[in-house]
């Protein structure tokens, strides 16, 4: 077998990659923590039930899970085995394909800038949650959000991150990820069996699986089950490519992927086992968005017995999440930028902190007094139905595309075990580029209409 890190492209022969001297994973576990730390995020415990609680219920479910298990782990194992073998940040990797390819890194590095720029804000605001309900402040969402106290919890989130990745892999990531998932694992757990006992279950779960097979034909639901499907797993970023880039031969890519699949999936179910009991057992309105979790929750827990309890460990579990997710993001960049301009891990850690702190001022004071705003909008909501909607499904058309055309079959095959191999390359080349097209022409018209 070939020395590591060197990657046969099409037409172009061997190319050299591979960072020497790069950090690995300590273990199998270690890396699978990561990698579900990023993909477990506000993604799956804020967005996903009420996405599918306004989407049909149980008919949502059916494009949700097709999209991640037939569409999304695919490409997941791409990313990956990439990363693996040609041990490269994402910009160095396109460009060891093409040098006019780098510029598709780079543009991957933008979009994870914007969207971790923005993130971080609404981390900010899950930790300040918690800290409310630890210390017993009565705050509504809508006098958090107006004040300027979203600014302190948004630096503190950023720097936080800042710090972790700094330390790097091992000491950084790996430490923290394999406290806090687990950790969070126990935490939503817990709130599921509290929550089974409240008599707002059973209405709970008809509204999260009964079927409304009428929605199936809705294209935008489509769009919408495979957008979040997407950035629920972190797939199609650069992330996978990055974690994978660490990751020892001894590693089953597959086996992996299905794990941090399982596991990102879990929670996803099992956040909406514990917010929509809340809601029916008092009588709520499961609204969309910022307003579920952060006003319609808190009157819940206002409600019921342990609720002050139940408040912490809820926003803590939506914080650690969005933190290893936001870890996760920050961490593509700067082992791109390390590799680009041979700085070390900590002035880059730190440089580009600073730079997520000026750009995430913006859509941090969107909601507050300031009331920032652009195209008649606010900023952040701007960022999201732009870069998180948007960017992502174009930025995994790129990686499937280019990584699954332009690296030599037998190379792939030699990451890929055997019976994965065509399933793999076949969705990659044409049935995920294909879908994710699709998602984006629906994405821009609804932006547009
Ligand atoms: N998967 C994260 C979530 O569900 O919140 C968000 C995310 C992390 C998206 C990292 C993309 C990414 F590269």
Sequence with gaps: MKEEGLITVKGRGNRRGGVTGLEKWSSKWAFILAAVGSAVGIGNIWRFPSVVGQNGGGAYLLP???????????????????????????????????????AFGWLICLVLFLLLSYYLVITGWTLAFAFFSLIGAEMTFSSFVSSYQPVVFFVICALITGSVVSLGVKKGIERITSILVPFSMIILVVMVVYCATLSGFADGLDYLFTPDPSVLGDP?????????????????????????????????????????????????????????????????????????????????FDLIPLGQALAVAFFLLLFFAALTSAISMLEVNVTTIMKETSMTRERTSLFLTAGTLVVGIFPCLSYTGAGLQLFGGRILDLMDNTVGTLGLPITAIIISLVFSWCIEKRELAAEIPGRWFPVVLFTTRYLAPGILVMVTVISILQFLL
């Excluded at 089953?252 to 086992?273: E, K, W, Y």
Aim: with cysteine; charged share 10%; glycine share 10%.
């Design 220 to 300: 935008g639901l489509w769009s919408a089950a495979f957008g979040q499907a997407f950035f629920s797993l972190s797939v199609g970023m650069g992330v996978m490519l990055t974690y994978g880039m660490y990751l020892g031969r001894e590693v089953s890519v597959p086996r992996s992927c299905l794990a941090i699949t399982l596991a990102d999936v879990s929670v996803a179910l099992m956040a909406g086992l514990v917010i929509f009991p809340l809601v029916f057992t008092f009588g709520l309105q499961p609204a969309m968005g910022a307003e579920l979790a952060f006003t319609v929750l808190p009157q819940a």
């Design 64 to 102: 949700f899970l097709l999209a991640v298990f037939a569409f999304a782990i695919p490409l997941m194992i791409l990313e990956l085995s990439v990363g693996r073998r040609i041990k490269l940040d994402v910009v160095s990797a396109f460009g060891s394909i093409k040098c006019k390819f780098r």
